[in-house]
C-alpha cells in the first residue's frame, strides 16, 4: 500500500469519469451538461489524494463558471507521452464586487497545484468558449501495455 506522498501510477481517464459522475448532480442544478470524452488510457505517476481532489476541484470550477443551458466536455487524449485533458466552458456573468469569483480563484489554486505535479496548464478563449488544458507526462511504458491489451481484445 502507497505511503502518504508517494508518487504511484494512477489512470487520470478514470478519475476524470469518477469526478464526473460524482459532479453531476450539481451540472444539473447548475443546469449544466457534463460529459466526459477519453480516447485512450491516461496513465501518469503522481500521489492519487491530492490528484483525485484536484481533478474533481478543477471540474467543478468549470461547473460553476459555467453559463446555465451550456456544456463542460472534458476530453482526455494522449499525444507526445503527455496526457492532455481539456475543459471547455461557456462563462456564466462575471462577479458584480470582485475582481475575481470564488471558481476563478479555485483555478488559480488548481493551476499552480498542478504545475507542483509537473502538470503544465494553458487557459484559452475562443468566441464565447474558455477552456483550460491541462498536460501531465504519461508512464510510457504503461500506455504501451494498456494499448496492446487493448488490441488484442
Known sequence: MPTA???VVILLDN???EAARELQPVAVSSNVRLSVLNSAPLPVRADSGPVTG???RTIECAISLSRPGSEVRIE???AQNAASV???W???SAPQHSPLSRPELGLLVARAAWEYL???CTEARTGDRQS???RIPVVESMRQNSTSEGERQ
Open 15 to 17: 478519475l476524470l469519469r
Open 118 to 120: 509537473g502538470g503544465k
Open 86 to 88: 481539456t475543459i471547455p
Open 5 to 7: 506522498n508517494e508518487r
Open 132 to 134: 483550460w488544458t491541462i
Open 76 to 78: 482526455g487524449t494522449s
Open 90 to 92: 461557456t462563462p456564466g
Open 54 to 56: 484536484l481533478v474533481f
